[in-house]
């Protein structure tokens, strides 16, 4: 398929596909005659694995570093960056719900505060309260 066709499937546009194909991502890319790509229909299948693997935190250096070549096999690097991954997913969640619990003592706070009180006034003690490291 050429790229117009690709970048309708993938929903990706066209500069994306080129920017992941230079980038090495995508290798299943052809030339015809005229000089146009022709991609191989496992081309939407890396796409699709790029786009889920971007929405799941993954660099796009990560990604490179975990993708096969051709008749490549890396189950041993995918599984170990993988297994990377979800440790730093876990350390994202873990600040995450400190920062939460930090706000929503903030929010109390800042309800505690009498009515009319300018926020000036308790400005200081709140920020005083935000524990910066969990």
């Known amino acids: 398929?050429?790229?117009?066709?690709?970048?309708?499937?993938?929903?990706?546009?066209?500069?994306?596909?080129?920017?992941?194909?230079?980038?090495?991502l995508i290798s299943q890319v052809g030339r015809q005659a005229n000089g146009y790509r022709r991609y191989a229909p496992q081309a939407l299948q890396t796409l699709q694995l790029i786009q889920s693997a971007q929405q799941a935190g993954f660099t796009l250096q990560e990604l490179k570093a975990l993708m096969?070549?051709?008749?490549?096999?890396?189950?041993?690097?995918?599984?170990?960056?993988?297994?990377?991954?979800v440790a730093q997913i876990e350390v994202m969640q873990t600040q995450l719900a400190h920062s939460k619990a930090q706000l929503l003592g903030v929010i109390e706070a800042v309800r505690a505060q009498p009515e009319g009180v300018p926020c000036s006034m308790g400005q200081k003690q709140v920020l005083a309260s935000i524990n910066i490291n969990p």
């Open 1 to 24: 398929m050429n790229i117009g066709e690709l970048a309708k499937l993938s929903g990706l546009a066209a500069s994306r596909i080129r920017f992941y194909e230079a980038e090495g």
């Open 68 to 85: 096969p070549t051709e008749g490549e096999h890396k189950r041993e690097a995918l599984i170990e960056g993988l297994e990377r991954k």
